[in-house]
């Protein structure tokens, strides 16, 4: 990989300096049938647990769960506002999120790593009813392009 310009390097070490071990992040949406759709078109998940009413009523989620990456994928979301780039995420899917479920998802900064230019975070992500749905972490690099504060 080619080595990243001064000017970068120094975009980095100042989006570095803002985060902060402990900040958090939050945000809060309700899954639809149509986001489930989209998700599914895009990435070819066609797992029955999904898409398929009769299977899953049949097994112990007792009807269709959604995909557990767009669950994960609101982590993206906080991150694509802030400008972050993952270099790395881990996922534990604890319970099954549904169609109507509204998930909070709360991205905290657990660690700064200043001469790697990098952060390592922590997300949780709980149902509406306070039921804590998935565990992750993730490492990457902060940056100054922002699309909100």
């Known amino acids: ?30 899954f639809t049938e ?13 797992n029955p647990y999904h ?21 994960a994928s609101m982590i993206t979301h906080i991150g694509g506002l802030v400008g972050f780039l993952a270099t790395e995420m881990q996922f534990e899917f604890l319970v099954p999120v549904y169609v109507g479920d509204t998930i ?5 900064v657990e660690e700064k790593d200043k001469a790697r230019r990098q952060v390592r975070c922590s ?4 149902n509406q009813d ?4 998935l565990r992750a972490s993730f490492a990457g690099f902060p940056s100054l392009v922002r699309l909100s504060q």
Request: proline share 4%; with cysteine.
């Open 1 to 30: 990989m080619p080595e990243a310009s001064p000017e970068f390097k120094r975009m980095l070490q100042e989006a570095l300096a803002q985060f902060e071990v402990g900040k958090t992040f939050t945000f809060r949406r309700t």
């Open 34 to 46: 149509g986001d489930v759709a989209l998700f599914i078109g895009v990435t070819g998940d066609y």
């Open 51 to 71: 898409i398929d009413d009769t299977f899953a009523g049949q097994n112990w989620f007792g009807r269709r769960n959604i995909p557990g990456l767009l669950t």
């Open 104 to 108: 909070s998802c709360v991205v905290k």
């Open 123 to 126: 997300a949780l992500s709980t």
């Open 130 to 133: 306070g039921k804590l749905v």
